[in-house]
T-cell receptor, first 114, second 108 residues
Framework: DAMVIQNPRYQVTQFGKPVTLSCSQT?????MYWYQQKSSQAPKLLFH???????NEADTPDNFQSRRPNTSFCFLDIRSPGLGDAAMYLC?????????????FGPGTRLTVL | AQRVTQPEKLLSVFKGAPVELKCNYS??????LFWYVQYSRQRLQLLLR??SRESIKGFTADLNKGETSFHLKKPFAQEEDSAMYYC??????????FGTGTRLTVIP
């Protein structure tokens, strides 16, 4: 079943300890997105990859980085997590960029920062 | 700057009653609008987009540029419609910009 997979589903880290969240897809889509969703708030786009091209949103903190080693995988690295980074992190893919193409979401990783 | 407003965080209706989830937007260009839905324990998924002018699971949404609205409607709510609904538009950077969502509960 083609899908977007996120691991782990729940991640606990300590304040300041680097953490990496993983996303993989079997849809062979060109675009992969990372969203942050805090409690009772809208999903907010952090950045996306169109193939190997990285596109960072202007207000995404430098603390957040991403890697896409191949078409199937994309990682979200948080270099020094703060308490304010506790959130649900959603990965999504689309065949083409531009928003008009349907985005397919993973189940999310809930990050807790102690 | 773009803005998507969903004024109701929570909405409860009885089964069989009409339902309308409100969405208002602010955007300087010509908007492309969507409704995404998240059912309990499921992932966020596209419900419908205004350019398709289609009805999905009995839901429709009409873009009203005069009122800058894109309300989601269904004439007869079903229990399986209970979910979180997000209105979204494409920003100037061609990315999805979401509202804060409305949790719909359909009471049996």
């Amino acid at each position: 079943d083609a899908m977007v997979i996120q691991n782990p589903r729940y991640q606990v880290t300590q304040f300041g300890k680097p953490v990496t969240l993983s996303c993989s897809q079997t849809l062979n889509h060109n675009v992969m997105y990372w969203y942050q969703q805090k409690s009772s708030q809208a999903p907010k786009l952090l950045f996306h990859y169109y193939d190997k091209d990285f596109n960072n949103e202007a207000d995404t903190p430098d603390n957040f980085q991403s890697r896409r080693p191949n078409t199937s995988f994309c990682f979200l690295d948080i270099r020094s997590p703060g308490l304010g980074d506790a959130a649900m992190y959603l990965c999504a893919t689309s065949r083409d960029p531009g928003g008009l193409d349907t985005q397919y979401f993973g189940p999310g990783t809930r990050l807790t920062v102690l | 700057a773009q803005r998507v407003t969903q004024p109701e965080k929570l909405l409860s209706v009885f089964k069989g009653a009409p339902v309308e989830l409100k969405c208002n937007y602010s955007y300087s260009g010509s908007p492309e609008l969507f409704w995404y839905v998240q059912y309990s324990r499921q992932r966020l998924q596209l419900l419908l987009r205004h350019i398709s002018r289609e009805s999905i699971k009995g839901f429709t949404a009409d873009l009203n540029k005069g009122e800058t609205s894109f309300h989601l409607k269904k004439p007869f709510a079903q229990e399986e419609d209970s979910a979180m609904y997000y209105c979204a538009l494409i920003s100037g950077a061609n990315n999805l910009f979401f509202g804060t969502g409305t949790r719909l509960t359909v009471i049996p």
